[in-house]
């Protein structure tokens, strides 16, 4: 059933990662019966940890799977260092928003969502994630 699918798992932060969290999050949907958003989610579980080692390279991210309201929450919180100035955060946002027009594409077609965000922690970082119903 998918009203219990919440699970929760770091991942070291190397490039293989990607193929570990499609991995996953395939194997995930299926066991619970929505193997119907594999091909969307495990695009978008790919780019979301993409984007998160291409700017933040070999470091720990932590990859969230959840089922809520009737839609699947794909969530990466890596640990993006925060920058000083405002001007360098908004053009490093910026790039890295651009970066994933793949997931933007993927996520669209299905009338999901998508964004990307400060971490709301002490050592900041960022925080991704692709919405998708059913």
């Not at 790919?46 to 991210?61: G, H, I, K, Q």
Request: with cysteine.
């Amino acid at each position: 059933m998918p009203d219990n699918l919440s699970y929760s798992f770091a991942l070291p932060g190397g490039a293989y990662c990607a193929g570990l969290a499609r991995g996953a999050v395939r194997e995930l949907l299926e066991r619970h019966g929505l193997a119907d958003l594999c091909e969307t989610a495990v695009l978008a579980a790919s780019e979301l940890v993409a984007a998160a080692y291409r700017f933040t390279p070999d470091r720990e991210m932590l990859l969230k799977v959840h089922w809520q309201f009737d839609a699947l929450r794909i969530t990466l919180y890596d640990q993006h260092p925060a920058h000083g100035a405002a001007e360098r955060h908004e053009a490093c946002r910026q790039r890295r928003s651009e970066s994933m027009w793949l997931l933007a594409a993927a996520v669209d077609e299905r009338g999901g969502d998508w964004g990307l965000a400060p971490a709301m922690t002490p050592s900041g970082g960022s925080k991704t994630w692709a919405l998708l119903h059913r």
